[in-house]
């Protein structure tokens, strides 16, 4: 069997990474001698090495020569605003090669909130259905869904798109009873959960790690993408500076340690002020884990800590797979769909919105006072949902 992944690519997400990572096991270890292709998009040649490793199991097919008039004509249309590009180009070459396509993007079919230049779901929509013109089974896979209703009169299309593909695999109750129950979509419905939580975990060398100290250590992701969904484009040094009273009122009240991990390319830029401001003060309780050091030595880093408070979805991932009591900092539905996945509860959920020094203490207070109850809790649920997310390998052996 060849399957291709489509949908997102890797290196600027370590979400997207870890989709890539867990997706690579779960069919290899239903489909052992499978073959997982990873479309080559972009003229600019990212190192796949230093991404996915030298023996990640995952094939880098060069798509270049079917979509490369297209991403032309993209560029064009983003510099010029004249026209609206198409986001996603299917490479009908590797399409035709293959035996199924996956669509990877854990996002892909949900709709936006404050974001600008978000084309989703409309876009993997169009996509999917060009692959399936095609003839290959299409297979959405460990995805959110939903809910759809800001469709309004296209509503229709998505679910006769929905209907038409072989399986819709989601990550989390709330997306597979929404589609079965609102949508009305019975046959080609499955629940797994996401790959990223049987992404192995990468240790390395972090001096801060090492260092010896009777403080706890709290690993924190802050991130401007989804702080941006929920406000909107006010000025990023409105949101750092309520962030920073947020950490110190933290280190005030708490000896503890803080690492911040960034999670996509951009969280590094957003973090770095909000790191110097803080070593002024704590110079020696506050770090920020390496640039570019990939998704599996975040994980890793992750699973060291204490606690985690975290704003990206995929991050949180990271805490929950390693028994990590893990804060989420919700900006999406997804957020709240996995809290609740997790911990049965919002208790160590908080809406970006609503979110406080005060809050958001009391809650990591919690955290750290029952870490050991939290990691028994997490323990069995994080089994359970590493064994529905090899699941996804033997639901896609039935439907295909």
Partial sequence: MK??????????????????????????????????????????????????????GITIKSGWRDVRMA?????????????????????????????CVLSIGGDLYTFANKEKNWPFPYSIMDAGNEIMRLGKPYVIWCASV?????????????????????AIIVREQESFSYLQETIGLKDNVYLAADPAFVMEAEPFDC???????TDQLVAINFSLGPMQHVSGHMPVEEFQADLVLIVQHLLDKIPLR???????????????????????QYPERVAILPDNIGAKKTKWAVSQANALLTMRFHCSL???????????????????????????DMEYGLNIGDMNAGTVIAKINSLLDNEETIRARLAQRCEEMKKRTLSAGDILAKVL
Avoid at 207 to 213: A, I
Avoid at 322 to 342: D, F, N, Q, R, W
Wanted: a positive charge; hydrophobic letters at 35%.
């Fill in 146 to 166: 939903g809910p759809l209703e800001k469709a309004g009169t296209r509503l229709g299309e998505l679910i006769e798109h929905l209907k038409a593909c072989r």
């Fill in 258 to 280: 803080i690492l911040f991990v960034p999670h996509v390319k951009k969280d590094n830029e957003f973090l770095y002020p909000i790191l110097a401001k803080l070593r002024k």
């Fill in 3 to 56: 399957f291709l992944l489509f949908g997102t690519g890797v290196g600027g997400n370590y979400g997207c990474d870890a989709i890539v990572f867990g997706t690579e096991r779960i069919l290899h270890h239903r489909f052992p001698d499978s073959e997982v292709w990873l479309p080559h998009r972009s003229w600019r040649t990212p190192d796949y090495c230093d991404i996915l490793g030298t023996d990640s």
């Fill in 71 to 99: 991403n032309l004509y993209k560029s064009v249309c983003r510099k010029s605003g004249l026209f609206a590009p198409r986001h996603l180009v299917v490479p009908k070459t590797l399409v035709k090669q293959s035996d």
């Fill in 207 to 213: 001096p801060f790690l090492n260092q010896q100290s």
């Fill in 318 to 344: 990271a805490g929950f797979s390693t028994k990590t009591p893990t804060m989420i900092l919700v900006s999406t539905s997804k957020g709240a769909k996995i809290c609740k996945e997790m911990y049965g």
